[in-house]
T-cell receptor, first 111, second 116 residues
Framework: DVKVTQSSRYLVKRTGEKVFLECVQDMDHENMFWYRQDPGLGLRLIYFSYDVKMKEKGDIPEGYSVSREKKERFSLILESASTNQTSMYLC??????????FGNGTRLTVT | AQSVAQPEDQVNVAEGNPLTVKCTYSVSGNPYLFWYVQYPNRGLQFLLKYITGDNLVKGSYGFEAEFNKSQTSFHLKKPSALVSDSALYFCAVRDKAAGNTGKLIFGQGTTLQVKP
């Protein structure tokens, strides 16, 4: 079974802090994604990666960056956290032309 | 621009009754459509997909979806709802501009509440 693991379920950070959200998948998938989920807005794509060291902006990349140094790991970085980045963050992975597999999410609160 | 709409924020149905969760899409050409379910405090789980072929697609947990090209709809259905089906449901379409990466565009989600 595919496993996508997000390192933290809950995270509380202060405004201005640098925040790292980690995601690891164990199925050698080429593609990895970071979405944020907010009530009434569904899932919005922040960044995605289709190969090691490759990244593409999604619909809402402002305030975020990503890193993919190894195929199995895709990190989301908030350079300077702000309160409007309080949200549920979902990582997903997929092989080419196949459905996405999601992690359980990280609920981030920025105070 | 490609988009997906789920016109209902919440659907309420009694256990044992049929359920429908609505989804409409706007995509040029042939769409790749998906349904996902999210249980509380969990990530999304894949239910079913339509790529081509039969307009009625069967998926996990007894769910099915009907692709209707003329109405640009892909409604999720189940003949007999269970209380355990209560969850948040997302419709999604593949972003064709992203090639084979599998990038999806999601609707805003519909909460399904099944009452005993």
């Amino acid at each position: 079974d595919v496993k996508v693991t997000q390192s933290s379920r809950y995270l509380v950070k202060r405004t201005g802090e640098k925040v790292f959200l980690e995601c690891v998948q164990d199925m050698d998938h080429e593609n990895m994604f970071w979405y944020r989920q907010d009530p009434g807005l569904g899932l919005r794509l922040i960044y995605f990666s289709y190969d090691v060291k490759m990244k593409e902006k999604g619909d809402i990349p402002e305030g975020y960056s990503v890193s993919r140094e190894k195929k199995e790991r895709f990190s989301l970085i908030l350079e300077s956290a702000s309160t409007n980045q309080t949200s549920m963050y979902l990582c997903a992975s997929s092989p080419t032309n196949s459905p996405l597999h999601f992690g359980n999410g990280t609920r981030l609160t920025v105070t | 621009a490609q988009s997906v709409a789920q016109p209902e924020d919440q659907v309420n149905v009694a256990e044992g009754n049929p359920l429908t969760v609505k989804c409409t899409y706007s995509v040029s050409g042939n769409p790749y459509l998906f349904w996902y379910v999210q249980y509380p405090n969990r990530g999304l789980q894949f239910l079913l997909k339509y790529i081509t072929g039969d307009n009625l697609v069967k998926g996990s947990y007894g769910f099915e979806a009907e692709f209707n090209k003329s109405q640009t709809s892909f409604h999720l259905k189940k003949p007999s709802a269970l209380v355990s089906d209560s969850a948040l449901y997302f419709c999604a379409v593949r972003d064709k501009a992203a090639g084979n990466t599998g990038k999806l565009i999601f609707g805003q989600g519909t909460t399904l509440q099944v009452k005993p």
